[in-house]
């Protein structure tokens, strides 16, 4: 990322002592260097492909073709069929070289049916839960790990975070809460290796703080879409507002936004994010990638 201002490029000169001294307290309490690249490529809506430690882990896979299924009851353009838009690659290409599939929770628009079609039975699979676990074995998966707290795979550690997919007004209606049901979030890391957390479908929880304060992470991902329910204030997931607190909490940490543009009940745009970013003066640190595109820290 570039500065793009001159308050930028003096803020970058002032911060270097800065920076020295707490690489030099880090280094101290034992932290390894960081001189390895971790890669993350946006597919579209919330599936991604991240390659950490040499490890490429496939996360949220939704595979349908453009308009495969009906919108989301009960929610924002539910007359609007799903996904918005296609795949910017083969199912193929997407699944290509996945040595794991990470499933944050089993809505359709992070697990669908076509990806039980395309994904091999023996892929490993990290889950949230025995429930979901019990669901994707019924589907014909072989190779289902329930990620309770921490699991080791390919010299990568995951560790499971935790969030709410809703308001506490939402989740007070015993059915509307049934229907949102838990989702996770998952921190990778490994030696030389910035800390990445993907937060998942979670609105802004102390959770979140909690995840930020234990792992410290140098890479954010945020599912940033600001899904809407018919009937109620707030979202079911994050939006713009929290990318912003994001940067905020994490002052030296690069942001991902993901999770727009693809589903119906989504009420904010990439090109709304843009401009929020902008206008915060934030976009340097903050990638907002259009599906397809590769982004490297």
Do not use: C
């Not at 949102?180 to 998942?200: C, D, N, Q, S, W």
Request: aromatic share 8%; no cysteine; glycine share 8%.
């Amino acid at each position: 990322m570039y500065m793009k201002t001159l308050a930028g490029t003096l803020a970058l000169a002032l911060s270097v002592t800065t920076g020295a001294a707490l690489a030099q307290t880090k280094a101290s309490a034992g932290r390894q260097p960081i001189n390895e690249k971790v890669q993350l490529q946006q597919i579209r809506n919330a599936t991604v492909k991240i390659t950490y430690a040499d490890t490429t882990f496939l996360i949220d896979p939704m595979l349908a073709r453009k308009g495969a299924y009906p919108g989301f009851d009960g929610t924002y353009r539910s007359t609007l069929r799903n996904p918005l838009v296609e795949l910017p690659m083969s199912e193929k290409e997407v699944i290509a070289g996945a040595d794991a599939v990470i499933i944050t929770h089993t809505h359709l628009d992070h697990w669908d049916d076509a990806a039980q079609q395309f994904l091999p039975k023996g892929i490993p699979l990290f889950v949230q839960n025995q429930a979901d676990a019990s669901l994707i074995r019924s589907q014909g998966f072989t190779n289902v790990r329930v990620l309770s707290d921490k699991a080791k795979f390919g010299g990568v550690t995951l560790s499971k975070t935790g969030g709410q997919h809703g308001t506490d007004e939402m989740f007070a209606s015993a059915e509307v809460a049934k229907a949102l049901g838990p989702a996770m979030g998952v921190v990778f890391e490994a030696p030389g290796h910035k800390t990445l957390y993907l937060v998942g479908d979670t609105i802004w929880r102390d959770d979140v703080d909690q995840a930020l304060a234990q792992y410290d992470p140098q890479i954010i991902v945020i599912n940033a879409g600001y899904a809407v329910m018919d009937g109620y204030e707030g979202s079911i997931i994050m939006g713009k507002e929290d990318v912003l607190r994001a940067s905020q909490a994490a002052p030296d940490a690069s942001i991902v936004a993901t999770h727009m543009d693809a589903i119906n009940h989504m009420f904010q745009t990439r090109k709304e994010l843009r401009e929020y970013v902008q206008e915060k003066n934030i976009q340097d640190r903050v990638e907002i990638p259009e599906d397809g595109a590769i982004v490297e820290f």
